[in-house]
């Protein structure tokens, strides 16, 4: 009904997303990417699916790159209006190619620079699952004999590196391996903790990005909630430049300025993952 196929029994036996994918690349060759992603949400939403983003854009692929073979097959046969057809299918493969690959970003940065309001905001925008390190960090526990950290007291040393290791743990575990791409939201301030994120990413088989946002000490001190203020005094442009300096370099970032609108670090955050 959606991608009829009467010629090719064998091509018919397939994943009723593929059908709908099929479908839904005719409408993004007729201009109408609202409608094909209204197609497809309107799918999953109506028959309950769970599929991965990335399974989504392999059939939208698949099925762009079998209209381009029909329309280069035209074009030998001497049609010249089929070659613009067969550029634009191949185009809209290569697109959904790139946006179906399957992604491990993190987001780090002191307290301040934005780094929570970026991710949040590109996990919306991609439609990616986001992992927050205060929510993993509020759920911490020290290992048996180690005493809890006083009221107040941010996770100590030891259990920042903990809490990076469960949420790589989770973002294989619940979100990689099935193909959904994850932003991690954490502080990423060693450069052991970005190595194990590597061999994670390489292990599922995910393309690494990493970005680190930055911002002006004396806007960040702004930006930070006071109520989450360490004990040892209040949250000032000197103590966020100070936890700065204590950050291991992170040559492999690419730098988000944060400073000016949440939008315009959303937009250089984009180009660099997608």
């Not at 932003?183 to 450069?191: E, F, K, Y």
Request: hydrophobic share 45%.
């Amino acid at each position: 009904m959606l991608d009829c196929l009467e010629s090719e029994p064998e091509l018919r036996a397939a994943d009723v997303l593929a059908d709908a994918a099929a479908l839904a690349v005719d409408l993004e060759w007729l201009g109408r990417r609202d409608l094909a992603r209204a197609l497809l949400d309107r799918y999953r939403d109506r028959t309950g699916e769970n599929h991965p983003r990335s399974l989504e854009d392999f059939y939208c692929a698949l099925a762009a790159l079998r209209r381009c073979q029909l329309a280069c097959r035209r074009l030998a046969a001497g049609e010249t209006a089929a070659a613009r057809e067969a550029r634009v299918f191949a185009e809209l493969a290569w697109a959904r190619l790139r946006r179906g690959r399957v992604r491990l970003v993190l987001v780090g940065g002191q307290r301040g620079t934005g780094k929570s309001t970026l991710a949040d905001g590109l996990a919306a925008a991609e439609r990616w699952t986001v992992l927050r390190f205060d929510d993993v960090a509020a759920a911490w526990s020290p290992p048996p004999g180690r005493p809890e950290p006083a009221a107040g007291h941010r996770t100590p040393v030891d259990g920042v590196d903990a809490v990076h290791q469960e949420l790589l743990r989770r973002a294989a575990a619940a979100a990689l391996r099935r193909g959904e791409s994850v932003v991690v939201d954490a502080p990423w301030n060693r450069h052991g903790q970005r190595l194990e994120a590597a061999e994670v990413a390489r292990r599922v088989a995910a393309d690494l990005v990493q970005l680190r946002c930055t911002a002006p000490p004396d806007l960040a001190a702004t930006r930070v909630d006071p109520r989450r203020a360490t004990p040892a005094g209040p949250a000032g442009p000197a103590r966020l430049a100070d936890s700065v300096s204590r950050g291991e370099p992170w040559p492999e970032a690419r730098s988000i300025d944060t400073a000016a609108t949440a939008a315009d670090a959303l937009r250089h955050a984009r180009r660099a993952v997608v």
